[in-house]
């Protein structure tokens, strides 16, 4: 049973490009989240995908946008990047529950670079 | 909005030892998990234990445990019979309805040979 799958692995680019993560979520969830991860730091909420519409949406400017294709599985696109963009991008996938105990799965993370 | 903080920036331990690393939160809400997950070098989020905020038992996962006081907004985690595989940064995390995870800043813990 595949958990969580993101591609690329670590990926660089320079400022002002787009880029563009995927993730496959866990077999059998239907929700995907999205975390960045600066060095050093905890994890941040960036927005949330079920049914193809975002859920939620954490304090990221617009330049951060998602898509969740019918398969469940999810895309993060960054525009315009920024320096401060360089962290670890992590997609966690779980059921959508409402007060919902079910842990979120989570995969390796995309290393992002910005130069 | 919710907040969670890990005051223990970096703790370290001699294997076979007992530690505990210390959270708390800020939640105006009721109806809440809290989770510790352990992050290695690997980078992958693996889920160490979690708790119903509507349980008064403090939940239990082998040589893991918690602490957790409601009234306080206290959530600590217990590592017993440390191991050398437990090296890595802990990260507790709050969650309210549609799975979204608050993180602390995470304590990097250290088990020592």
């Known amino acids: 049973d595949a958990g969580v799958t993101q591609s690329p692995t670590h990926l660089i680019k320079t400022r002002g490009q787009q880029v563009t993560l995927r993730c496959s979520p866990k077999s059998g969830h239907d929700t995907v989240s999205w975390y960045q991860q600066a060095l050093g730091q905890g994890p941040q909420f960036i927005f949330q995908?079920?049914?193809?519409?975002?859920?939620q949406r954490g304090n990221f400017p617009d330049r951060f946008s998602g898509h969740q294709f019918p398969n469940y599985s999810s895309e993060l696109n960054v525009n315009a990047l920024l320096l401060g963009d360089s962290a670890l991008y992590l997609c966690?996938?779980?059921?959508?529950?409402?007060?919902?105990?079910?842990?979120?799965?989570f995969g390796d993370g995309t290393r992002l670079s910005i130069l | 909005a919710q907040t969670v903080t890990q005051s223990q920036p970096e703790m370290s331990v001699q294997e076979a030892e007992t530690v505990t690393l210390s959270c708390t939160y800020d939640t105006s809400e009721n109806n809440y998990y809290l989770f510790w997950y352990k992050q290695p070098p690997s980078r992958q989020m693996i889920l160490v234990i979690r708790?119903?905020?509507?349980?008064?038992q403090n939940a239990t996962e082998n040589r893991f445990s918690v602490n957790f006081q409601k009234a306080a907004k206290s959530f600590s985690l217990k590592i017993s019979d440390s191991q050398l595989g437990d090296t890595a940064m802990y990260f507790c995390?709050?969650?309210?309805?549609?799975?979204?995870?608050?993180f602390g800043e995470g304590t990097q813990l250290t088990v020592n040979p």
């Open positions: 708790q119903e905020a509507y349980k008064q």
């Open positions: 966690a996938s779980s059921l959508w529950q409402t007060y919902s105990n079910q842990p979120q799965h």
């Open positions: 995390a709050f969650q309210t309805s549609g799975s979204r995870l608050t």
């Open positions: 995908y079920y049914e193809e519409e975002e859920r």
